[in-house]
């Protein structure tokens, strides 16, 4: 975790706090802020193409879940190893009366669905991990886009810490989302991650983490 001079303007992070910060941070950077193993990850904002997959997903995925489900962006769910620990993914499917609740964390138990899309400077080791923090909180189904080289990975039955199954696909080819959602997702049209024009030296150096 990096953090330019003068961004501690708080208290420095320690257990029992770090959800303050991780708040604090993200009001002052715009940065997704995690908390993971009790350690904050950081996140950069999500580019045009990474959030057009979340849409794309979002628009199949509302009106075709069965009653009684939603699909939310930006949502935070708990994780159990740690108090302080959450994640949140991109795109969770959560009990419609999450849009009635006042606290900022779903249990992980009520979330059906997680979707991760990956961003361009994420490592081999940082996709496992994050598939494995899902598994630790027993979430179903976790559903992984890498728009860097057109490929997805289904994960289902979550078991010890790891997902037992793992399906693997292209773009181009649909995915099955299993009971009790039923939903056939199609990855035509995903876009691919080029270079962008904006794209800077320093935004290279802040596009670290997960």
Known sequence: MSVSPGAWM???????????????????????????????????????????????IRRQLDGALPEGLGAFEMSSIALPEDPDDY?????????????????????????????EVISPSEKSREI???????????????????PRNGTWAL???????????ILPGKFGDSVRLPEPLGIEVSTDGFPLYGTSPRRSRGDEGREGGV
């Open 10 to 56: 708080y208290p420095r992070p320690r257990p029992g706090n770090l959800r303050e910060i991780a708040e604090k941070i993200e009001d002052a950077t715009g940065l997704r802020v995690q908390i993971v193993g009790g350690k904050l990850v950081m996140s950069p904002t999500p580019r045009g193409k990474h959030a057009g997959v979340v849409h794309w």
């Open 87 to 115: 994640v949140t993914p991109d795109l969770i499917i959560l009990p419609i009366e999450w849009v009635e609740e006042d606290d900022w964390l779903a249990a992980p138990e009520d979330a059906a669905l997680a979707v």
């Open 128 to 146: 496992r991990d994050k598939a494995d923090w899902y598994a630790v909180a027993g979430v179903p189904v976790l559903l992984v886009i890498d």
């Open 155 to 165: 994960h289902t039955r979550p078991d010890n810490g790891a997902y037992r199954d």
